[in-house]
């Protein structure tokens, strides 16, 4: 899965903001919206975040072993990890925020590869 591109399942965000609002247009206009709360009403499938991403993983990791750590957990559905920096970073795709949000709990609580390192977030915006 390394290589030139992003897999396709993360390219779930919108293309990037218009340019900024001319001097003297209201602020309000140039703060985006807060990101949907999973299973909020009025929220569609579209809007949930459904992407963690998971760090403290050994600078040696494959991607194979993070698709292994990750395919038992319900609604798995691909991975990846950018080498770019010291610390190699994870992103793993769930079909929904929630399972994704239950993968994020599961691998807090039982992966350890060393005592303070290991963390997953759920992606934020």
Same mark, same amino acid.
């Given at each position: 899965?390394? &290589?030139?591109?992003? $897999?396709?399942? $993360?390219?779930?965000?919108?293309?990037?903001?218009?340019?900024?609002?001319?001097?003297?247009?209201?602020?309000?206009?140039?703060?985006?919206?807060?990101?949907?709360?999973?299973?909020?009403?009025?929220?569609?499938?579209?809007?949930?975040? =459904?992407?963690?991403?998971?760090? &403290?993983?050994?600078?040696?990791?494959?991607?194979?072993?993070?698709?292994?750590?990750?395919?038992?957990?319900? &609604?798995?559905?691909?991975?990846?990890?950018?080498?770019?920096?010291?610390?190699?970073?994870?992103?793993?795709?769930?079909?929904?925020? $929630?399972?994704?949000?239950?993968?994020?709990?599961?691998?807090?609580? =039982?992966?350890?590869?060393?005592?303070?390192?290991?963390?997953?977030?759920?992606?934020? &915006?």
């Amino acid at each position: 899965m390394a &290589g030139a591109g992003i $897999h396709p399942f $993360h390219q779930q965000w919108p293309p990037a903001a218009a340019a900024p609002p001319p001097p003297g247009a209201p602020a309000s206009a140039s703060v985006p919206p807060p990101p949907p709360v999973p299973g909020a009403p009025g929220t569609t499938a579209a809007d949930e975040v =459904r992407t963690i991403f998971i760090t &403290g993983l050994p600078v040696d990791v494959k991607e194979r072993e993070l698709h292994n750590l990750l395919r038992w957990l319900p &609604g798995f559905e691909a991975s990846q990890i950018n080498f770019k920096g010291d610390q190699p970073m994870g992103f793993a795709l769930f079909a929904t925020a $929630h399972q994704a949000v239950a993968a994020k709990a599961a691998l807090q609580v =039982r992966v350890r590869f060393s005592p303070w390192r290991v963390r997953a977030f759920g992606r934020m &915006g």
